[in-house]
């Protein structure tokens, strides 16, 4: 009888501490939101290549958001997206928002540069200035293919 007790005790606690791991894991990958408040931003791109909600969005290399929704502009083809930033690092509303990756072939994520302006971007705020992702592939295949004017060709 002893031994039953004590496996039903064990199941449960290994249940506890499997329900507490999906909710910490839900909770830091940034699906459940904004991860404790924040406003909303959005911004829209060319080329998203590579962001997938849950990105960082990052200031000075320092993760201020991330990724919370993606959408296609039907009138312009540009993609959108949607930022949750921290309540305290207020934007002004000249940031600029880039495409950039951790490295040659490293994650990709949104790098946020502030400007200059005493205004600073509320909820729902939209960045004007942005850059998309560099397609890398694309530009080794232009190197590697770009054509060469001929050695005997006169130049003039």
Partial sequence: MKSSALETLIGAVIIALAI????????????????GGGYKISAEFDNVDGVNVGTDVRVAGIKVGSVVGQSLNPKSYQARIDM??????????????????????????????????DAKLAEGGVISYTQGAVDLWSL?????????????????
């Fill in 20 to 35: 507490g791991f999906f909710g910490f894991a839900y909770k830091t990958s940034g699906m459940g939101g904004s991860g």
């Fill in 140 to 156: 080794i295949s232009q190197a590697m293919f770009a054509k060469k004017p001929a050695a005997d060709t006169p130049k003039q």
């Fill in 84 to 117: 949750a930033i921290q309540p305290q690092v207020q934007l002004s509303d000249d940031t600029s928002a880039k495409i950039t990756s951790e490295g040659l072939l490293g994650a990709k994520f949104v790098a946020l540069e502030p400007g200059g302006s």
